[in-house]
């Protein structure tokens, strides 16, 4: 039987279009890091597209998603929608039987359902198609890493394709402000430290999960020891404080239900530390300090320790007693926060979008969801002894509290909790047995 293998070429392949661009954004050209990101990446999907390989399409689309999320902001905003999307029509056009597949899984088709309704419902209400069009991001990027799992060395490759991104955008705005992830570059301001955060955290929780075996590095002790250490750095020096919490939501569903994943998550954290305090001693260090201490300090208001989240948290109650069944209407986020906050923001967290925007009939659709995807979490804990699907379903839970959780990022924690239940087992074992037909 062959061995199953990252894929090497594609790392390489995906390499040439990330690098480069956050090297121009290093240097402070990130118009020209933009526009190199997308003709790279069409260059290079155009080629698997002349080959007709899905899978290398969908593992590079998945791999550039942290740098692509960042750039969308300066060129080709909608690009994640674009290439995710043309990962499923490759899908369409090359495997139809899978997506037919994937549209039989009940959890999957109620929430691409609810959520296109959604979508629908805030463009009537606001008469602008890009209200809630984000909603799209989490159909199609949770759709993309169902197929893509489908042959596990390919999910393996896309999920340290997403380290490799994730660690060159920390590189690309390293001289550019104090939270890794965000920076004003000459008059432009780009990225959000949540950029670099949500991936990170997810990134960690995956290395650690069932001995690496999701990133295929379960005998490369090294490797994943490199990969962890890398993200949790880096989701450090990001200062994103909710995806600190995500991240340590994910571990502790590993040290509670994974005995396997105990030791070496211990030695993480360690090693984690010893580096945070060398980080500490450095003037960036220091601001991410800074981060930690204005989240605990008693001294100041509690707005003031969680930028003005707790603001929009303490008037949800009185939004919901207004229009407690249906909400105020898809869309509505920004003109009711800011009745209620005297701030024209959106909703900084997914349930509070829920609350405000969909009354009792959406949160409870929510709930329902994210219900079922725990339930089926534990029941794949239980019968295959995967941990990781159960982690990253709570990891997104926690993200829900602190960002609207409506992104390309949350799709692959959807994407990835969707992997339980009955279709995980036959996905992941799907290349070996063509493998093994292939060899006999």
């Not at 003709?39 to 080959?51: F, P, W």
């Not at 990969?227 to 509670?256: D, K, N, P, Y």
């Not at 303490?314 to 909400?327: C, D, N, R």
Request: glycine letters at 10%; hydrophobic letters at 55%; aromatic letters at 8%.
């Amino acid at each position: 039987m062959r061995s199953v293998d990252l894929h090497w070429g594609l790392l390489a392949q995906l390499a040439c279009c990330v690098l480069p661009a956050m090297a121009a954004v290093f240097i402070a050209k990130p118009l020209l890091g933009a526009q190199y990101t997308l003709a790279s990446l069409l260059a290079v999907l155009g080629y698997h597209v002349v080959r007709r390989d899905r899978f290398a399409f969908g593992c590079i689309v998945l791999g550039s998603l942290p740098v692509l999320a960042l750039m969308r902001g300066l060129f080709f905003y909608y690009g994640e929608v674009a290439l995710l999307g043309g990962t499923c029509l490759m899908w369409l056009a090359l495997s139809p039987e899978r997506l037919v597949h994937l549209w039989r899984d009940q959890a999957w088709r109620w929430m691409t359902v609810g959520l296109l309704v959604f979508w629908w419902l805030s463009m009537l209400m606001t008469g602008s198609y890009a209200t809630n069009l984000r909603s799209f991001e989490v159909i199609l990027g949770s759709a993309c890493i169902v197929l893509v799992a489908e042959r596990r060395s390919y999910l393996a490759t896309a999920l340290v394709g997403m380290v490799m991104s994730a660690a060159a955008l920390g590189f690309g705005l390293l001289p550019y402000g104090d939270r890794l992830g965000q920076g004003v570059v000459g008059e432009t301001s780009i990225g959000n430290p949540i950029l670099l955060g949500m991936p990170c955290a997810l990134l960690v929780v995956i290395s650690l999960a069932d001995s690496g075996r999701w990133m295929l590095v379960e005998r490369r002790l090294v490797l994943r020891v490199v990969l962890c250490l890398t993200m949790a750095e880096l989701l450090i020096l990001s200062g994103s404080r909710g995806s600190w919490v995500a991240a340590l939501s994910g571990l502790m569903a590993l040290m509670i239900f994974s005995r396997q994943d105990r030791k070496i998550l211990l030695v993480a954290v360690a090693c984690v530390a010893v580096v945070a305090m060398l980080w500490l001693s450095t003037g960036r260090g220091q601001k991410i300090a800074q981060q930690f201490e204005k989240t605990v300090d008693s001294d100041r208001t509690l707005a003031n320790r969680t930028s003005g989240r707790s603001v929009q948290w303490s008037v949800i109650p009185q939004v919901f007693a207004e229009s407690p069944i249906w909400g105020w209407g898809p869309g509505s986020g920004k003109d009711v926060a800011a009745i209620y906050t005297g701030r024209h923001l959106g909703w900084h967290a997914l349930y509070l979008q829920m609350i405000g925007e969909t009354g009792l009939i959406g949160t409870s659709l929510l709930f329902v969801f994210l219900g079922a995807l725990v339930v089926r979490g534990v029941r794949h804990w239980k019968t295959s002894h995967e941990i990781a699907p159960l982690a990253s379903t709570l990891t997104y839970m926690v993200v829900g509290a602190s960002v609207s959780g409506l992104d390309a990022i949350s799709g692959v924690f959807v994407g990835l909790a969707l992997l339980a239940g009955d279709v995980a087992p036959r996905l992941v074992l799907a290349q070996t047995r063509s493998a093994s037909r292939r060899a006999a």
